[in-house]
Every structure is written in structure tokens, then in C-alpha cells.
């Protein structure tokens, strides 16, 4: 594909799991793919070309995600193809254990709502003109615990997901107008690096009876993105293997 017309995909979270499966799908559909994190760009990840796309930004602090919005900018080249709000951050109390919401202190709270809900919000907005110059599509990654109290995600992940769903109904609505499509995902129990105990007590009662692979959720980021989905806007996508059923 020549490199003038190449698709363009700004993705959030991109170093692990559902980030780094969907960072390999569209690079092979030949998509340039720019990443945004807090950590440098690392050398073991297998995408050419990736340490030139990376932006370091910290998504807790405003100030930080505020001002890389003309970092990338003066990338993109007046078009982004697709935002992908992949960041998210779920932290847990000693040894692992859930953090409700009696416990949760609020500064906590606030560094959850920064990454997982406001840092998407200052993303599409900031680069309201490049997706509506390529008639773009936003996807925000969303979660199962979105939906109902999950064993392992605390309070203010739980509630940040939740409202990130919200968030997509009402920018589905605002950025329509524009000819942008806006949805989200929300995943299920997928095999990651690090698991949390106890997960495959919930994996034993899904109606297919596995966890999910980072590859099957890049595979529906895919689809919203694509213009397999050009009539598809507002909506939330559960890639759960019937967890809620």
C-alpha cells in the first residue's frame, strides 16, 4: 500500500494483551499504526517502524494528555482513520485483593477516572478534525465490569467502564453529525500475561468454556474500524463467550 494513502490508527494501551494483538491486526492490513504510552516505545515489540509512531504520555495527568494532542497533530497530517481508547488502568488493594468502593481512596479514584474515562474524552475531541476529515471511527474498550459487580475489578474500574459506555452513546451522538462512528467493546475474561486467581472458576461456567484470546478482541476492534461496519454507531460490542447470558 503506498505509504501517502495509508490508513491511519491512534491506539492507547498498545505494549500488552488486547493493545498488542490489535497493533499486529491492523499493521497487517497495512494500516500505519501511531501508540501512545507512558513508557518508552520497547524493543521487543514486533511491529516495524512502531519507536517512530510512539508518543510518551502520561493519560492520569490532563495537563500531560492535553498537551500531546499537538505531538500528534503534526503527525497525522490533517487524518486519523480510527482512535482506539485501549488504555486502562484497574488497581487492587494488598495482595491483590478488590478495591470497593468504601475503600477506594479518592485520589485513586481520580487517577482511575483520568486514564480509563476523561484521557479518552480529550483524545477525540482534540482530534475532532482529523477523524472527521477521514469520516474516522472511534473505539472505546470498555469491560464486562462495566455491566455488573466482577469478582476481581475494583469499584472505580467497574464505574469508569460504565461510564465510558455512556460516554460512547453520547459522542456517537455528537460526532455522527461529522460523519464519525463511535463504539465500544467490552471484554471478557481474555488470557493475558497475568491473570487473576480464581479466573478459571468463571472460565468453567461460560457457555464456551474458554478464555477469550487478545487476537479474537483485536479481531472486533477490526470490524468497527473497517468499513465492514459503516452503519454501526452507538452500539457495544460484549466479546464475553456468553458470560452474561
Same mark, same amino acid.
Given at each position: ?12 494501551? +498498545? ?6 494483538? /490489535?497493533? !499486529? ?27 517512530? =509512531? ?6 492520569? =495527568? ?10 500528534? @497533530? ?17 488497581? !487492587?488493594?494488598?495482595?491483590? +485483593? ?38 474516522? +471511527? ?19 474500574? +467497574?464505574?469508569? !467502564? ?5 460516554? /460512547? @452513546?453520547?459522542?456517537?451522538? =455528537?460526532?455522527?453529525?461529522? *460523519? ?7 471484554? *471478557? ?29 483485536? =479481531? ?26
Amino acid at each position: 500500500m503506498d505509504q501517502d494513502v495509508r490508513k491511519v490508527m491512534l491506539l492507547t494501551g +498498545a505494549s500488552r494483551g488486547i493493545g498488542h494483538a /490489535t497493533v !499486529k491486526r491492523f499493521s497487517r492490513e497495512g494500516w500505519r499504526v501511531i501508540t501512545c504510552s507512558r513508557h518508552p516505545f520497547p524493543d521487543e515489540c514486533p511491529w516495524g517502524g512502531g519507536r517512530e =509512531d510512539h508518543v510518551v504520555v502520561d493519560l492520569a =495527568d490532563p495537563n500531560q494528555t492535553i498537551a500531546a494532542i499537538a505531538l500528534i @497533530r503534526d503527525r497525522l497530517g490533517g487524518r486519523l482513520d480510527a482512535l482506539v481508547n485501549n488504555a486502562g488502568i484497574s488497581p !487492587k488493594g494488598p495482595g491483590g +485483593a478488590r478495591l470497593n468502593s468504601i475503600d477506594t481512596d479518592l485520589r485513586t479514584w481520580g487517577h482511575v477516572f483520568h486514564v480509563n474515562f476523561f484521557a479518552p474524552v480529550v483524545l477525540a475531541r482534540g482530534l475532532k478534525a482529523e477523524l472527521s476529515a477521514a469520516k474516522g +471511527a472511534v473505539v472505546n474498550v470498555t469491560s464486562i465490569a462495566g455491566s455488573r459487580v466482577h469478582p476481581f475489578a475494583g469499584a472505580a474500574y +467497574a464505574t469508569s !467502564k460504565a461510564a465510558l459506555k455512556a460516554l /460512547t @452513546r453520547e459522542m456517537a451522538h =455528537d460526532f455522527g453529525p461529522l *460523519g464519525v462512528r463511535v463504539n465500544a467493546i467490552a471484554p *471478557g475474561e481474555v488470557e493475558t500475561a497475568i491473570l487473576s486467581p480464581g479466573t478459571d472458576r468463571i472460565v468453567a461456567g461460560l457457555p464456551l468454556g474458554r478464555l477469550g484470546q487478545p487476537r479474537e478482541v483485536a =479481531d472486533v476492534i477490526w470490524f468497527l474500524c473497517s468499513d465492514q461496519s459503516s452503519y454501526v454507531t452507538g452500539t457495544e460490542i460484549e466479546v464475553n463467550a456468553g458470560q452474561h447470558v
